[in-house]
């Protein structure tokens, strides 16, 4: 299986700042990474596709770079909204697999 | 607009088998990748596995032994049975749509249920 870590698992920021949430998987995965963001009791979200495509109706606030083993996610500028736990999946191989997530909370 | 209901029962005592249904409505079942993804409470996302329209599976070895996924394309519905559940197959558990034209990621989610598995 293809193992993925995060780093940093949790972080405080306030609204505004910009926020970098690396991702990392065991072997070469290509583009085959995907984000996503999850709210308390409810399901993830899809963020970022094939390292660094922007699903339809998500700001471009946020970002994603690639390929290869290491991964970033960014948001440019942390709105109230973005408060929340952000996971990477790899989709190379089965079976996929999750990072563990990285809370972001407030400051 | 594709949506996701999952559903099924809520409590499953513990050696007997869960059984989840997810219905997809707003659109075809055909031409995508369905998944079932879990949650145990406090934690992070395990995949389970997948199945695509046409009836070819991918379990996650870990519970491959124990996991079955179907699809029934005339109701625009597939299921989840994991059988000879413990305490730690509670979990909120997600059915998803992967999309192979998006590097199979999962656009679209269903809002989750809980199965509880105690006696």
């Known amino acids: 299986d293809i193992q993925m870590t995060q780093s940093p698992s949790s972080l405080s920021a306030s609204v505004g700042d910009r926020v970098t949430i690396t991702c990392r998987a065991s072997q070469s995965i290509g583009k085959y990474l995907n984000w996503y963001q999850q709210k308390p009791g409810k399901a993830p979200k899809l963020l970022i596709y094939?390292?660094?495509s922007l699903q339809s109706g998500v700001p471009s606030r946020f970002s994603g770079s690639g390929p290869g083993t290491d991964f970033t996610l960014t948001i440019s500028s942390l709105q109230p909204e973005d408060f929340a736990t952000y996971y990477c999946?790899?989709?190379?191989?089965?079976?996929?697999?999750f990072g563990p997530g990285t809370k972001v909370d407030i400051k | 607009q594709v949506q996701l209901q999952e559903w099924g029962p809520g409590l499953v005592k513990p050696s007997e088998t869960l059984s989840l249904t997810c219905t997809v409505s707003?659109?075809?079942?055909?031409?995508?990748?369905w998944s079932w993804i879990r949650q145990p409470p406090g934690k992070g996302l395990e995949w389970i596995g997948y199945?695509?329209?046409?009836?070819?599976?991918k379990y996650n070895p870990s519970l491959k032994s124990r996991v079955t996924i179907s699809v029934d394309m005339s109701k625009n519905q597939f299921s989840l049975k994991l059988s000879s559940v413990t305490a730690a197959d509670t979990a909120l558990f997600y059915c998803?749509?992967?999309?192979?034209?998006?590097?199979?990621?999962?656009?679209?989610w269903g809002p989750g249920t809980t199965v509880t598995v105690s006696s």
């Open positions: 998803a749509r992967a999309d192979a034209g998006y590097y199979y990621a999962m656009d679209v």
């Open positions: 707003g659109g075809s079942i055909s031409d995508y990748y």
């Open positions: 094939a390292a660094s």
């Open positions: 199945i695509y329209y046409s009836g070819g599976t």
């Open positions: 999946q790899q989709s190379y191989s089965t079976p996929f697999t």
